[in-house]
């Protein structure tokens, strides 16, 4: 596609449900990234992927949450019962990777998630 | 610890003013920095960036910054605002290694254009 998707845009849902968050990134972007935007505060890094594997996982809060991908194609993120500190804007954004990176990365809209 | 502090978090400046957003930065190794900005309803979109070389780079929309070594900082400017150019602004520094780009974000800084 044209740009970074991710949907939902927008998700409201109970204290201890499971919800899902897509993100579809540039076609041919082998590098993607998930990033958590609380209110007021800057982007929190979440996960790394290269390919279809996760070298750097390290900044996901706990085991609740979770991401996959398929292949240098759409990537999931999962969180399970989820909390209300878990409202948050969750960006994802890809880039080219090795030689092609430019450094820079482009990021999707973000999907708003509300727990209540 | 790597960081990134944007101070300051509300600007306001009227139309055709300059403006000068600040970021320093604390980072172990040779520094890549980044300036993105959000506007309403839109993703975030890359001003410019800075990797080496000439210390002031120059970016998209008139923006341009300045690495200072010394001061570890990396401050956004604009001689003269548009109306246009309110959004929030974040700064970012990171790694940059073959294709891995875990850039560390401040927390942004909100700009708010008068006419």
């Known amino acids: 596609g044209a740009g970074v998707s991710q949907s939902p845009s927008n998700k409201v849902t109970e204290k201890g449900k499971d919800v899902e968050l897509r993100c579809d990134p540039i076609?041919?972007?082998?590098?993607l990234y998930w990033y958590r935007q609380r209110l007021g505060q800057g982007l929190e890094f979440l996960i790394y992927?290269?390919?279809?594997?996760?070298?750097?996982k390290s900044g996901l809060p706990s085991d609740r949450f979770s991401a996959e991908r398929t292949g240098e194609s759409v990537s999931t993120l999962t969180i399970q019962r989820t909390q209300q500190e878990d409202s948050a804007v969750y960006l994802c954004?890809?880039?080219?990777?090795?030689?092609?990176?430019?450094?820079?990365?482009?990021f999707g809209e973000g999907s708003r998630l509300t727990v209540l | 610890a790597q960081s990134v502090t944007q101070p300051d978090i509300h600007i306001t400046v009227s139309e055709g003013a300059s403006l000068e957003l600040r970021c320093n930065y604390s980072?172990?190794?040779?520094?890549?920095l980044f300036w993105y900005v959000q506007s309403p309803g839109q993703g975030l979109q890359l001003l410019l960036k800075?990797?080496?070389?000439?210390?002031l780079v120059q970016g998209i929309k008139g923006f341009e910054a300045e690495f200072k070594r010394s001061q570890s900082s990396f401050n956004l400017r604009k001689p003269s605002v548009h109306w246009s150019d309110a959004a929030e602004y974040f700064c970012?520094?990171?790694?940059?290694?073959?294709?891995?780009?875990?850039?560390?974000f401040g927390a942004g800084t909100r700009l708010a254009v008068h006419p």
């Open positions: 954004a890809s880039s080219e990777g090795g030689a092609a990176n430019t450094g820079e990365l482009f």
């Open positions: 076609s041919g972007h082998t590098a």
């Open positions: 992927f290269q390919g279809n594997s996760a070298p750097d």
């Open positions: 980072y172990g190794a040779t520094p890549y």
């Open positions: 800075y990797f080496s070389g000439d210390t």
């Open positions: 970012a520094v990171g790694p940059f290694s073959g294709g891995y780009n875990k850039l560390i």
